[in-house]
T-cell receptor, first 109, second 114 residues
Framework: GQNIDQPTEMTATEGAIVQINCTYQ??????LFWYQQHAGEAPTFLSY????GLEEKGRFSSFLSRSKGYSYLLLKELQMKDSASYLC??????????FGAGTTVTVRA | IAGITQAPTSQILAAGRRMTLRCTQD?????MYWYRQDLGLGLRLIHY???????GKGEVPDGYSVSRANTDDFPLTLASAVPSQTSVYFC?????????????FGPGTRLTVL
């Protein structure tokens, strides 16, 4: 199984940078995903890492270290619309996802 | 239809009643999943299906059953609802053909069992 930890809440100012950490313990690693979920809505895919290193997609970047069981999601140039929950999910060899409890990010003006 | 649809959007149900949550996707994805989302616990996998005709148990399968008669539909049934099944239920699908194989989620069903 998977044990996935991420902070419960983070607050940042519009225009700033926020880094959301995720640590995991897994019996079979086959990729790590980050999803964004606005209140009352469905999760939507943000990023995917399967090899060590940084993946950049516009204002969002995600990093993975498989040896440390560690990932982070970096949100740059924060906007009010980035206020949401961010879910870290680890995929196993059977292609099933295990999710962390999510990190609620609040962006203040 | 575009993507994944779920029905109903929300439902209040008396304990002991039977309830089926519907999920339909039009992306011809092979794999489908049912999750429940509870405050502080995140998304937990209930049941999944890697392809039509097959199903498997996830992390929290007790009290739930599923079927996968065709590619598009993946209904979730609560045979006799209990208050602990009050939750938001999300259906998801993925194509299983390589690439990211990310899961796409439906809009969710908010279920309250009294």
């Amino acid at each position: 199984g998977q044990n996935i930890d991420q902070p419960t809440e983070m607050t940042a100012t519009e225009g700033a940078i926020v880094q959301i950490n995720c640590t995991y313990q897994t019996s079979g690693f086959n990729g790590l995903f980050w999803y964004q979920q606005h209140a009352g809505e469905a999760p939507t895919f943000l990023s995917y890492n399967v090899l060590d290193g940084l993946e950049e997609k516009g204002r969002f970047s995600s990093f993975l270290s498989r040896s440390k069981g560690y990932s982070y999601l970096l949100l740059k140039e924060l906007q009010m619309k980035d206020s949401a929950s961010y879910l870290c999910a680890v995929r196993d060899r059977d292609y099933k996802l295990s999710f962390g409890a999510g990190t609620t990010v609040t962006v203040r003006a | 239809i575009a993507g994944i649809t779920q029905a109903p959007t929300s439902q209040i149900l008396a304990a002991g009643r039977r309830m089926t949550l519907r999920c339909t996707q039009d992306m011809r994805h092979n794999a489908m999943y049912w999750y429940r989302q509870d405050l502080g616990l995140g998304l937990r996998l209930i049941h999944y299906s890697n392809t039509a005709g097959t199903t498997g148990k996830g992390e929290v399968p007790d009290g739930y059953s599923v079927s996968r008669a065709n590619t598009d539909d993946f209904p979730l049934t609560l045979a006799s609802a209990v208050p602990s099944q009050t939750s938001v239920y999300f259906c998801a699908s993925s194509d299983g053909s390589g690439g990211y194989n990310e899961q796409f989620f439906g809009p969710g069903t908010r279920l309250t069992v009294l």
